[in-house]
């Protein structure tokens, strides 16, 4: 999971001419904790970013005005930087004056300069031509050729590939953009047209990286898309032009409302920063720095620019540098890797041998008679899957004409009542070819969420629980539907995001805990929540046998008893014990389980759990504690799949809710009898694992003994380990 962390400024931002608005930087380049800051006029400044201090300042004079970054020497410790287009001036960080370093002058302007370590800078000119640093400095009025005619150049580049430079340029042409790769040892020049969409959207920004000799260009569009391109590296010898087709990677859609990116930076492969503003209903225009998940196409930190912004934005390490107002901040982020565990915190922790696929008889279904459904998706249950069939094929053609699209169910959404939305929605899902599936649901998810906002009478129930069994819509599609169910105390509702959304916000999972919690058994045994409630029925009920001698994971009764620490806890003369019997009724359990088995990250999670009134805490242990017994018992729970639960679930939930209430639950004198018990839970698993080690020292000790082999002789060898 993204998020933002501190941020400061590094400096102010210089106004525009006649005190206008702020200019926002020409460039900036990071290296660790320096940045070299190039502002749209004369000066270029080197800063120290933990120290937000200057460490050099250095103008060009009067009537002189800086065109290209400035960009850093590694190897030599120098900087460059191109002034009147044509002017390089070279000096070095001691340098105090500004007029004395060396200068030279091109015969063609200079559109910027690319430098990597380890590599001669290139120098790329306004016509298309790229050079080497030394080869310029050599012979500086060499004649410059234009590969590009009436073309101008937007968006340069330059990766490292098998250890030598590749410099990477976009042009536009009358709304046409081309792609120029120039290769060296051997110079080769390839030249792609980038595919052409809509006329009325154009690129805004771009960012590309290298991975396995192929660039991935993203491009960020004024619609609010982001596209991708794969650029290959090894190409053939034919000098056609090649067209390069792009994809949609992401709509950056926050609650309905396109946010209309204008910069665009790649943190990793799997997420990306953009900078732009958010259109709202009331035509008040708010720009936002964000962080986008790629991979899972989910927005995953947000934080509001009040003051306005230039829309630049440079990444470099674990920093975004953000134009802010009159001011350049410094906003530190972290980014896991994009992988599903890492993205939505704690996992369900379910095993490959443990997942559970429901099977279907395709013989019996006709090929037209399913509704889409995505690759690895799950079929619904019986009785839900019926609703999602299509119309049979007798209905034909009569059945594709009267389909709806999009636009339409939205228009149905706004004013018409909610039987007539059900069954529109339900004609909707029938659309086998639908286009956009994921982002038409998102849309008509948003717009049932922001009707049930303003009419408070208006609760279509079944069709949402219809809308989450598709399995395409998350939380971060639309923040307010959990919000909704929670405001309507609708539990099953609830029970199905929890278990299908992998984006849902501590803050609201510990809402849902506090609303099962706060329900009552009676108030819940309407429900029908899945059929571990049949399980956990019988084990409300009876008492599974136990045999007190035989050692499961650590735990015994005998050890207990031997182990307690109240004399007036462990006597044997009691007939049952209460942490046997489940706390919670068989639907509460239920939902509960859902709990458990929800993503969270621990961080975020234990400020929320402190929320909880005792008496909930107090319920939830026990209920923790019956689970753990269960868990520890010589027979397996037979749980469902989808809702059992594991030990280090349950022994994760149990740490923060003690580490959230620990005081309180210290003082509840009810509690007194839970923690001990609790508290001799873990002394049969330290006695466990104690011994494991003497087991483990043991034969480690003997793996170094030196025996010699003497096969004419019998011995019996006897081994005493403790």
């Not at 300042?57 to 120098?78: D, M, N």
């Not at 250890?163 to 990477?168: G, I, K, N, R, Y």
């Not at 018992?633 to 594991?646: G, K, L, W």
Request: include cysteine; charge should be negative; glycine fraction near 6%.
């Amino acid at each position: 999971m993204a998020a933002f962390c501190e941020e400061f400024t590094l400096c102010a931002l210089g106004g525009g001419g006649g005190g206008g608005p702020p200019q926002g930087p020409l460039w900036l380049e990071a290296d660790g904790d320096r940045a070299l800051l190039t502002d749209r006029g004369k000066t270029v400044t080197l800063y120290k970013v933990s120290d937000q201090k200057p460490l050099g300042c250095w103008s060009v004079k009067e009537g002189q005005i800086i065109t290209s970054p400035a960009v850093h020497i590694f190897e030599t410790g120098e900087f460059i930087v191109v002034r009147d287009d044509k002017v390089l001036q070279i000096w070095k960080e001691d340098d105090p004056n500004f007029d004395r370093i060396f200068k030279a002058t091109l015969s063609s302007d200079v559109y910027r300069i690319h430098s990597l370590p380890h590599t001669e800078p290139l120098v790329l000119f306004k016509g298309g031509a790229v050079k080497r640093l030394d080869t310029l400095l050599a012979a500086p009025q060499q004649e410059i050729e234009n590969i590009i005619s009436n073309e101008v150049i937007r968006w340069s580049e330059i990766f490292m590939d098998v250890q030598q430079p590749v410099l990477m340029f976009i042009t536009e042409q009358d709304g046409n953009c081309f792609l120029y790769v120039h290769h060296y040892n051997p110079y080769i020049l390839h030249k792609f047209k980038l595919e052409q969409g809509d006329e009325s959207f154009l690129p805004l920004s771009f960012g590309a990286y290298l991975k396995d000799k192929v660039v991935t260009l993203l491009s960020l569009y004024s619609d609010g898309c982001v596209y991708k391109i794969s650029v290959p590296l090894q190409q053939s010898g034919s000098e056609e032009e090649q067209i390069l087709s792009k994809s949609l990677l992401i709509r950056l859609a926050v609650s309905g409302s396109i946010l209309k990116g204008t910069s665009i930076a790649i943190l990793d492969k799997d997420h990306i920063a953009i900078v732009g503003c958010l259109d709202s209903p009331n035509s008040d225009v708010r720009e936002y720095i964000s962080i986008w998940n790629i991979m899972f196409q989910t927005l995953q930190a947000s934080k509001e620019l009040p003051h306005g912004t230039t829309q630049q934005c440079w990444c470099y390490g674990d920093r975004l540098f953000v134009t802010h107002g009159k001011e350049l901040k410094v906003i530190l982020y972290k980014c896991k890797t994009s992988s599903l565990a890492a993205a939505i915190g704690k996992t369900k922790g379910m095993q490959v041998s443990e997942r559970k696929t429901l099977s279907v008889n395709w013989n019996m279904l006709q090929e037209d008679d399913l509704m889409y459904i995505q690759p690895d998706q799950s079929v619904p249950a019986k009785d839900e899957f019926k609703r999602l069939l299509r119309p049979k094929r007798s209905m034909g053609a009569k059945a594709q004409l009267e389909s709806l699209t999009v636009e339409q169910l939205l228009l149905t959404i706004k004013d018409s009542s909610q039987n007539e939305i059900e069954e529109k929605v339900v004609k909707f899902l029938s659309n086998t070819r639908m286009p956009n599936f994921q982002t038409s649901l998102e849309c008509i998810v948003s717009a049932l969420v922001n009707r049930c906002k303003t009419e408070p009478t208006f609760y279509p129930s079944a069709c949402l629980v219809q809308l989450i069994q598709t399995q395409g819509v998350s939380y971060s599609m639309c923040p307010g539907l959990m919000a909704v169910a929670l405001e309507k105390t609708d539990v099953h509702l609830l029970q199905l995001c929890l278990q299908q959304f992998p984006d849902i916000p501590e803050a609201i999972t510990c809402a849902c805990l506090r609303t099962f919690l706060k329900l009552g058994d009676e108030h819940l045994k309407e429900m029908n929540l899945g059929s571990v409630a049949d399980y956990a029925d019988d084990a409300h009920h009876s008492k599974v046998e136990k045999q007190p001698k035989v050692i499961q994971n650590g735990f015994s009764s005998e050890l207990l008893e031997e182990d307690g620490c109240d004399t007036e806890l462990t006597q044997k003369s009691h007939a049952t014990d209460a942490s046997e019997l489940c706390p919670v009724g068989p639907q509460k359990a239920t939902l509960l389980n859902s709990i458990l088995r929800s993503a969270y990250s621990e961080t975020f999670l234990l400020p929320h759990l402190k929320d909880l009134s005792a008496d909930q805490v107090i319920l939830f242990l026990r209920y923790l504690q019956y689970l753990y017994m269960k868990c520890n018992e010589e027979a397996t729970t037979d749980f469902p799949e989808i809702f059992s639960v594991s030990i280090n679930q349950i022994m994760d939930w149990m740490c923060l809710l003690l580490d959230a209430h620990f005081t309180v639950v210290v003082m509840l004198p009810e509690a007194r009898k839970l923690l001990s018990e609790l508290h001799k839970f873990v002394r049969a698993q330290v006695r466990l694992c104690s011994e494991l080690n003497k087991i483990e020292g043991s034969l480690k000790e003997l793996q170094r003994l030196k025996h010699s082999k003497d096969d004419s002789l019998y011995s019996i060898e006897v081994l005493k380990l403790f």
